[in-house]
T-cell receptor, first 119, second 115 residues
């Protein structure tokens, strides 16, 4: 079946502009994660969705970053007033939630990422 | 907080050489441990995992053993191939009671295998 898809694959924007990054998870995966891969910081967690709610936003680096998820499917990560330090590859991952009493998320499947360059 | 430390790369080996990439972790409780691989131009893929102490994860000739006493999860392969050239990430996921499933990654180790 189809994997996690992300769009655009590459985005170049000017400092100060807003950008939106999109993630289409695997169908039926209720858990969705955003991560950021940058040269200086490695791979960092940004935000976790379970359905349409985000119980863990602890990785968002500033209030310029926000994300939403609608219909328990597509998610959008928005960065306002972009800065050069926002340049990175933004990765999305999705997973099923286990059937056990703790609803434990299972293996995460990653998309190919969106490479964001802020000039 | 939880963290993962990997040996710095790049690691350059000749084909059929033995590979070890060191990974140690700091975590409260009993995390699950993972190795992910990122081949050139591709997304992250799960390579192997271990969910409790002394478990050995294995896949595609790679192995790693969850060592609680040394808080380590070193990746090994007996004979590497050119096609193993990639970036390898060690990661942990915290225990059920305090975690949403998010992964904490190491910095990544680039492996280059020469013919």
């Amino acid at each position: 079946g189809a994997g996690v898809s992300q769009s655009p694959s590459n985005k170049v924007t000017e400092k100060g502009k807003d950008v939106e990054l999109r993630c289409d998870p695997i169908s039926g995966h209720t858990a969705l994660y955003w991560y950021r891969q940058s040269l200086g910081q490695g791979l960092e967690f940004l935000i976790y969705f379970q359905g349409n709610s985000a119980p863990d936003k602890s990785g968002l680096p500033s209030d310029r970053f926000s994300a939403e998820r609608t219909g328990g499917s597509v998610s959008t990560l928005t960065i306002q007033r972009t800065q050069q330090e926002d340049s990175a590859v933004y990765l999305c991952a999705s997973s099923r939630v286990g059937a056990g009493p703790r609803d434990w998320p299972r293996e995460q499947y990653f998309g190919p990422g969106t490479r964001l360059t802020v000039t | 907080g939880d963290s993962v430390t990997q040996m710095e790369g790049p690691v350059t080996l000749s084909e059929e050489a033995f590979l070890t990439i060191n990974c140690t972790y700091t975590a409260t409780g009993y995390p699950s441990l993972f190795w992910y691989v990122q081949y050139p131009g591709e997304g992250l893929q799960l390579l192997l995992k271990a969910t409790k102490a002394d478990d050995k994860g294995s896949n595609k000739g790679f192995e790693a053993t969850y060592r609680k006493e040394t808080t380590s999860f070193h990746l090994e392969k007996g004979s590497v191939q050119v096609s193993d050239s990639a970036v390898y990430f060690c990661a942990l996921r915290g225990p059920h009671s305090s975690n949403t499933g998010k992964l904490i990654f190491g910095q990544g180790t680039t492996l280059q295998v020469k013919p």
